[in-house]
């Protein structure tokens, strides 16, 4: 038991300190005067790109595809990180904080009196950073609900011990009590992809290289979509009874009650996006914060305090990633479970 305490430890320090050696592009020397910027490498992890940055001038060049005129595709590299200027037929594209611009062929940015780049863009259907992480997760998804089929085919159910508590936990803890005994099989496999499924892109978010995927909010966006159509398409009548016309209440405060009442089928899932990108999004940048203390102070004595702080935002974020998968399964059925109770 020791034993594996010690190599417990020893991961988690090492997964800790491998966030701080991937701030960084250089050797640490604090004799040498170096400015850092923590934005940069905030922003870096946190928002999207058309490459995926692994360590110092390693780059994984992702794919390009634009419709302006037809398609163009092309690799990210011909942008040189945005050094370069791309022609494709005669076509000239610029990239400038992760975003493509058309230009001329002198690469000339049209700006307004506030400094923002007015050239046109075309549309982007790119392979970005977080698209391919999103491919990545659906693999690991199939793999391990394919292995644990075939697990208990085999009649070796061992092997899928820890995910087979999980998925009588959501049955009987989310599923069963939110949609009821007789309707919660139609809507069970859904709300385990649910789960897995934000689980998985959460500790992928916590891996030094891994992207932000659940701390981008038009992912989460899209899964609350998700969510409101399940519940605009499966509610019943009489929930659409209570919204618009609620029973045994006077006319006035019925007058008053419909728009709020109203308001609140689109505030429910907004709600659900917003507290899952905001809670994933602020741990990585507090996590991200406590590491640049070492690069801002320059002192060997700086990591005495920024490698325990980083260790234990680290296992907190992990406790957030399994919380934060249980907060939002755990409500989308609840919202799900009021709309369709007969």
Known sequence: ML????ISFLFIFFFGFSNLTCLHSQKLNFNKKITFNPAFFIKSHINDSHEWHLKKNVYISLPIILFDKGFKLFMSSKFDHGNNLVNINNNYYRLINNKIYKTNKFGFLKRDNNGNIINNMPLDFSITKNV?????SIFILCLIFIKLSLSYKKKNSKTGLLLEYIFFYIKNEIAIPNLGIKKYKLYFPFFLTL????????LIGIFPIGPNITGNISVTLSLSMIIFFIIIFSAKKKYWKHIFWMPKVPLIIKL???PIEIFGIFIRPLTLCIRLFANITAGHIILISFISLIFIFKNIYSIIISIPFSIFILLLEIMVAFLQAFIFTSLSALFLGIAIKD
Do not use: W
């Open 3 to 6: 034993y594996k305490k010690k």
């Open 132 to 136: 391919l992480t999103l491919i990545i």
């Open 195 to 202: 789960f897995f499924f934000i689980l998985i892109n959460n």
């Open 256 to 258: 008053l009650l419909i």
